[in-house]
């Protein structure tokens, strides 16, 4: 008896082989199919569910406009906007319950853009022959983007490119049998951190939030996990946030790879969501380990946290830009945005007498926050560590004031 639907997209024209090959695959395992064509020029051997001139228009364009583009990535963009918007629509209307993507670089760029389209928590596979590589830059992954490397099956099937499909094909139905939704029936805040070996108020605070009856999902601050919180922040899924590590804002403006977006520290505030903020670790940028060292970090304090991932430590100046670029993030706001500075550091590391403690550093950054805030923003000062427990007394204190008058709904 078959129980869930997985939308199968593809090139149709020159992966039919391939494609039929996924989709016999989820049947034979009891699951339904629905096929998306994103060919071009050429047609499927049997019809698809959704065709190529579905995709096209969808988009608002047509096929012949993407053939007198004369020009295929062009095309090939008409396409992808086409098939983002058709299964964002067709999740919504309920159609399916997890989708996957076949291709090559073409149809892994299409991929990364309908992924982007569907919300977190749907199974979103791309089978690919560039999985995992480097010509796929971060901000195009969304946050739960499964791949798997499209090994030896560019010309057709064989048993090693069957290996892989069949793979994929039980991975995304799997996936989609399995997957829990969250619980609509509790309140959930979102909070950001990193290990506790440099934040620990969440030890405290996640028991205590838990106790006043809602649920706390934390999220780990190197890039992917903040693209998490910011993609479900935009969708309002939040009751509240306590957004207390907000280091990938200054990896982004500092050219880091270790990127959540241009976005990091908007997609709450855009949809109204009441915030508490305090920019932990905002004194490093965090980059790739095994990678060479850019020469502008060569004069730079340094922390090695393992052999994935480096810390450097920012110059006063530097500090000043990551200031400005959290006030002009926050400005954007329309909800309530409490903000809260500890004046003795905002990391374990940084406090006085650890190895990265800079206190002038942490002045220069204080000041020139203070001294751009937005009217909008409550700025609250912490006469201590944000790892103290005076930190996490006084988020706690202005989160049950939002409960008392409504500002935070239970």
């Not at 939030?209 to 992917?224: K, N, P, S």
């Not at 937005?374 to 944000?386: L, T």
Request: some cysteine; charged content about 20%.
């Amino acid at each position: 008896m078959s129980d869930k639907t997985i939308l199968v997209i593809g090139t149709y024209d020159t992966k039919d082989d391939e494609l039929g090959f996924l989709a016999q695959v989820i049947r034979d395992q009891g699951g339904r199919v629905l096929t998306l064509d994103v060919s071009v020029l050429g047609d499927p051997s049997t019809p698809t569910d959704y065709s190529k001139h579905d995709v096209a228009e969808e988009g608002g364009s047509s096929i012949a406009a993407a053939i007198a583009s004369g020009e295929e990535n062009t095309a090939m963009q008409i396409m992808a906007k086409g098939a983002s918007l058709l299964a964002a629509r067709l999740h919504t209307e309920g159609r399916f319950d997890g989708m996957i993507v076949l291709g090559g670089t073409m149809g892994t760029d299409l991929a990364l853009d309908v992924c982007t389209a569907l919300p977190l928590g749907v199974p979103k596979y791309v089978v690919s022959t560039v999985s995992f590589s480097s010509l796929i830059p971060a901000d195009r992954l969304a946050a739960d983007t499964q791949m798997i490397l499209w090994a030896g099956g560019l010309y057709g099937l064989n048993s090693i490119c069957k290996a892989s499909l069949s793979q994929a094909a039980g991975a995304v139905l799997g996936a989609a049998r399995a997957v829990q939704k969250p619980d609509a029936g509790k309140p959930i805040i979102g909070m950001t951190s990193l290990g506790t070996s440099a934040l620990k108020y969440v030890i405290p605070l996640k028991p205590t939030l838990e106790d006043r009856g809602f649920e706390v999902a934390v999220f780990h601050a190197t890039g992917m996990g903040g693209r998490a919180f910011e993609s479900l922040a935009g969708q309002g899924v939040f009751a509240c946030v306590f957004d207390f590590c907000t280091q990938e804002l200054g990896n982004h403006i500092h050219g880091s790879s270790i990127s959540a977006g241009e976005d990091r520290l908007t997609n709450a505030g855009r949809a109204g969501t009441p915030q508490i903020v305090a920019p932990g670790c905002y004194d490093l940028v965090d980059i790739i380990g095994w990678q060479p060292l850019a020469d502008k970090w060569a004069d730079h304090p340094k922390h090695a946290h393992n052999r994935l991932l480096t810390s450097i430590v920012l110059n006063e100046d530097e500090r000043r830009a990551v200031a400005r670029a959290h006030s002009a993030q926050l400005a954007t706001a329309k909800g309530p945005v409490a903000l809260l500075l500890p004046t003795h550091g905002l990391g374990e590391w940084d406090r006085e007498g650890a190895d990265l403690h800079d206190k002038a550093g942490l002045a220069a950054f204080l000041q020139e926050l203070q001294g751009s805030l937005p009217p909008n923003v409550d700025a609250h000062m912490v006469e201590g560590h944000i790892n103290d427990a005076i930190f996490a007394d006084q988020a706690l204190a202005i989160f049950d004031a939002w409960r008392a008058d409504g500002t935070v709904m239970a």
